[in-house]
């Protein structure tokens, strides 16, 4: 069977179910060579059998725990190495529903390992390679909860902000470089992720849990569109486009020398202070 035009191999991590899975495929699809990371043998293999089976592509799954040090640093190495890797897709996740108080300690300290410890790593690995090469794709899954962390565990949510703030600076960094980052923010997805969380899909109403197929088919159409924020379930972009640029315009007033006049009458204006005039004159 002849190959498709190359389009380069991308990596997914948290591949072998759910989004990533799904990532897959549909990139698969698109003609791209991938290299699939989870934990998961049994089904990473059945999935890339399929694939090959299905697809042009060639597919190698990379068993791995990336809250293992060992294992993260083997990915890092290939991200680094393999001069085929076009796209990285940063999909490996955990999430938790209950509170702060009711959660075990040790899975939220896991949890940050995998949402932000190895997200940031294979980041830094894959955008020094594509950086040198002129060219790449990083697309880092968030969630709804980083603008809205009440909706579950206080940590899940915290997690998930910081891939979406990290993003936004890693975009303003590569800025000119041929590199390109998207930052996905599915809401409520039917997949496993609720059973793992919690909070079984079944108790979910139906009007807000969006299929997986559905999530990254719109996840994908946003990276054609060239979007850097995709919210699948958001109906008006321009609504994310006010959010952001009420963000943006707290920044010429986040960088003072004096504290806001609001602050003054809480200062004790009898002790000589280190500035040239006292905080306590507006």
């Not at 060579?33 to 399929?50: F, G, H, N, P």
């Not at 040790?106 to 894959?126: C, E, G, K, P």
């Not at 990083?138 to 998930?160: D, F, H, M, Q, R």
């Not at 997986?212 to 486009?241: H, K, M, N, Q, R």
């Amino acid at each position: 069977m002849n190959r498709l035009p190359e389009k380069g191999t991308a990596v997914i991590t948290g591949a072998s179910s759910g989004i990533g899975a799904l990532y897959a495929q549909r990139l698969a699809r698109r003609g791209y060579d991938l290299i699939l990371v989870a934990r998961s043998s049994q089904r990473l293999d059945t999935l890339a059998a399929r694939l090959e089976a299905e697809t042009l592509s060639m597919v190698e799954p990379i068993t791995a725990d990336l809250c293992d040090a060992a294992d993260l640093r083997r990915v890092e190495n290939i991200l680094a190495t393999d001069s085929t890797i076009g796209m990285l897709v940063n999909n490996a996740g955990m999430g938790m529903r209950a509170p702060l108080m009711d959660s075990d300690i040790d899975s939220m300290q896991q949890m940050i390992a995998l949402n932000v410890t190895a997200l940031t790593r294979l980041s830094h690995a894959a955008t020094t390679a594509f950086v040198n090469r002129g060219a790449g794709v990083i697309i880092n899954i968030s969630s709804i909860a980083a603008v809205a962390p009440e909706l579950l565990n206080s940590v899940y949510g915290a997690t998930k902000a910081y891939v979406l703030a990290f993003s936004q600076s890693l975009r303003h960094e590569l800025r000119g470089t041929g590199v390109q980052v998207q930052v996905v923010l599915p809401g409520a997805v039917a997949t496993a992720f609720w059973e793992h969380a919690g909070k079984p899909l079944d108790d979910l109403p139906p009007q807000i849990a969006m299929s997986g197929g559905d999530l990254v088919d719109a996840a994908l159409a946003g990276l054609d569109l060239g979007e850097f924020v995709t919210i699948p379930s958001l109906p008006e972009i321009d609504d994310w486009l006010e959010f952001e640029a009420a963000r943006l315009a707290l920044g010429p007033n986040l960088l003072r020398a004096r504290p806001a006049v609001r602050y003054l009458a809480g200062f004790d204006c009898g002790v000589v202070t280190t500035a040239s005039n006292s905080s306590c004159n507006p």
